[in-house]
């Protein structure tokens, strides 16, 4: 097996060589944002890191989840982001790559590995199978079913099945029923076919991301029913995705505890055997307010402001999706401007006239060239969506321990010692 090395376009800070003592001193003392930025003055995009709110997002996950939580890695690999997560007790990892099965199990040797890409690379299956221990496969059609069983060479008991159902466009933002799942006729068939070689067997499905609305699931456990019903096949997988939502400026979702009360009510309807595991697999709900952009405004022209960062970097939400997030504005040299907010676009830094974000973001209205502005909720599908499009691909990372710029409907924040 070659060794490839990952490549990241974000690098954390250097500091000059700390012992251990000193870099748990400094963890205990993290600034916030604002002193980091006032310090750091940065000339790149910073990517801000809370690792105390992830790992109390993870925490508060697992404690209301009635079963095994699978962290949807796609949605932040970023080491320090997987360590937190480990932190507030993740020890399951939903993976789509061998890249991603790698990272994990480079990072944790215990951890357990899910293989959740209905359509693989054969060589990543082997790999996956016989380097690192991962035993648990899904697919939505025959010819994938018939991959697996080659690259696992006849593993049967040991092997773990899991057939992704379709689902009708649902309560989601962002759509994700287009391109994998297995329709209830086909899903009876592959369920049938995968009891038949496998140790273990099971279902999976995916509301889509953002996903606001509680019934979704409901909805989507019902389809379940009926395809459990039609095979004839107890399950023993039920995962539940991910899709659990954040709050963005213009969203408040409902709490995670009325996602869990529809899950646990769409359950108590199927009446599964008690050796059903029931597995989810969020990404967005245990990351994205843990996470902070900081920005520098490079240039404005009315109600345009030019910065360093875009829909090539890790706004590419705030382009064609239309998201808006929550802003602050950073001043060096005096205490950040207290008057009227008003709405902006940005404009990324790339010459392609598509990347500019319409938000609109609110901001004090004399935001000007050289202030810096903390965009929250970044720490999904922010990061890893990077490129190196047109030279902007450098940025740093550092660790900060300052609340999000939202907090999370129904979480309580722990509060800080003194
Ligand atoms: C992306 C993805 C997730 C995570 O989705 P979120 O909306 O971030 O919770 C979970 N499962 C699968 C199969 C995915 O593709």
Same mark, same amino acid.
């Given at each position: 097996?070659?060794?490839?090395?990952?490549?990241?376009?974000?690098?954390?800070?250097?500091?000059?060589?700390?012992?251990?003592?000193?870099?748990?001193?400094?963890?205990?003392?993290?600034?916030?944002?604002?002193?980091?930025?006032?310090?750091?003055?940065?000339?790149?995009?910073?990517?801000?890191?809370?690792?105390?709110?992830?790992?109390?997002?993870?925490?508060?996950?697992?404690?209301?989840?009635?079963?095994?939580?699978?962290?949807?890695?796609?949605?932040?690999?970023?080491?320090?982001?997987?360590?937190?997560?480990?932190?507030?007790?993740?020890?399951?990892?939903?993976?789509?790559?061998?890249?991603?099965?790698?990272?994990?199990?480079?990072?944790?040797?215990?951890?357990?590995?899910?293989?959740?890409?209905?359509?693989?690379?054969?060589?990543?299956?082997?790999?996956?199978?016989?380097?690192?221990?991962?035993?648990?496969?899904?697919?939505?059609?025959?010819?994938?079913?018939?991959?697996?069983?080659? @690259?696992?060479?006849?593993? +049967?008991?040991?092997?773990?099945?899991?057939?992704?159902?379709?689902?009708?466009?649902?309560?989601?933002?962002?759509?994700?029923?287009?391109?994998?799942?297995?329709?209830?006729?086909? $899903?009876?068939?592959?369920?049938?076919? $995968?009891?038949?070689?496998?140790?273990?067997?099971?279902?999976?499905?995916?509301?889509?991301?953002?996903?606001?609305?509680?019934?979704?699931?409901?909805?989507?456990?019902?389809?379940?029913?009926?395809?459990?019903?039609?095979?004839?096949?107890?399950?023993?997988?039920?995962?539940?995705?991910?899709?659990?939502?954040?709050?963005?400026?213009?969203?408040?979702?409902?709490?995670? @505890?009325?996602?869990?009360?529809? #899950?646990?009510?769409?359950?108590?309807?199927?009446?599964?055997?008690?050796?059903?595991?029931?597995?989810?697999?969020?990404?967005?709900?245990?990351?994205?307010?843990?996470?902070?952009?900081?920005?520098?405004?490079?240039?404005?022209?009315?109600?345009?402001?030019?910065?360093?960062?875009? #829909?090539?970097?890790?706004?590419?939400? $705030?382009?064609?999706?239309?998201?808006?997030?929550?802003?602050?504005?950073?001043?060096?040299?005096?205490?950040?401007?207290?008057? @009227?907010?008003?709405?902006?676009?940005?404009?990324?830094?790339?010459?392609?006239?598509?990347?500019?974000?319409?938000?609109?973001?609110?901001?004090?209205?004399?935001?000007?060239?050289?202030?810096?502005?903390?965009?929250?909720?970044?720490?999904?599908?922010?990061?890893?969506?990077?490129?190196? +499009?047109?030279?902007?691909?450098?940025?740093?990372?550092?660790?900060?321990?300052?609340?999000?710029?939202?907090?999370?409907?129904?979480?309580?924040?722990?509060?800080?010692?003194?």
């Amino acid at each position: 097996m070659s060794h490839m090395r990952f490549r990241s376009a974000v690098t954390p800070i250097r500091r000059s060589f700390e012992s251990r003592r000193d870099r748990d001193m400094r963890r205990n003392q993290l600034p916030g944002v604002v002193e980091t930025v006032l310090a750091e003055r940065p000339s790149v995009p910073m990517h801000c890191l809370r690792p105390t709110v992830l790992t109390q997002a993870a925490e508060r996950f697992l404690g209301l989840f009635p079963g095994q939580v699978l962290y949807a890695v796609k949605c932040n690999p970023a080491p320090a982001v997987l360590r937190a997560l480990w932190a507030g007790g993740v020890r399951h990892f939903d993976c789509a790559s061998a890249g991603e099965v790698r990272l994990v199990r480079q990072m944790f040797p215990d951890a357990r590995i899910h293989f959740m890409h209905p359509v693989k690379a054969r060589p990543a299956i082997r790999e996956a199978w016989e380097w690192h221990g991962v035993r648990d496969f899904v697919f939505d059609s025959m010819d994938e079913l018939a991959k697996i069983l080659e @690259e696992t060479s006849g593993a +049967f008991g040991d092997l773990g099945l899991v057939v992704r159902l379709a689902l009708p466009k649902g309560g989601a933002v962002y759509d994700l029923s287009g391109k994998f799942g297995a329709e209830p006729d086909e $899903a009876v068939r592959l369920l049938r076919a $995968a009891r038949a070689v496998a140790g273990r067997v099971g279902l999976c499905f995916h509301v889509g991301s953002q996903c606001l609305d509680p019934a979704a699931w409901e909805r989507a456990l019902d389809r379940v029913g009926q395809v459990i019903a039609r095979a004839g096949v107890p399950l023993d997988i039920l995962d539940v995705g991910g899709g659990f939502p954040v709050s963005y400026p213009d969203v408040t979702p409902p709490p995670l @505890e009325d996602f869990i009360a529809a #899950i646990a009510h769409g359950l108590t309807r199927l009446n599964l055997p008690a050796f059903t595991e029931v597995w989810c697999e969020p990404g967005r709900a245990l990351v994205a307010p843990a996470q902070s952009l900081v920005v520098r405004i490079e240039g404005r022209r009315g109600d345009h402001l030019f910065i360093n960062d875009g #829909i090539y970097g890790t706004l590419s939400d $705030a382009g064609v999706p239309g998201f808006r997030f929550p802003c602050r504005l950073i001043r060096a040299g005096e205490v950040a401007p207290i008057n @009227e907010l008003v709405p902006f676009s940005f404009f990324g830094p790339t010459c392609d006239s598509a990347d500019r974000m319409k938000g609109p973001f609110l901001l004090p209205a004399d935001a000007r060239e050289g202030d810096w502005i903390e965009i929250g909720q970044l720490g999904a599908y922010g990061t890893c969506l990077r490129t190196a +499009f047109n030279g902007f691909d450098q940025a740093v990372m550092v660790d900060v321990s300052d609340r999000p710029l939202l907090e999370t409907p129904g979480y309580q924040p722990v509060e800080q010692a003194a």
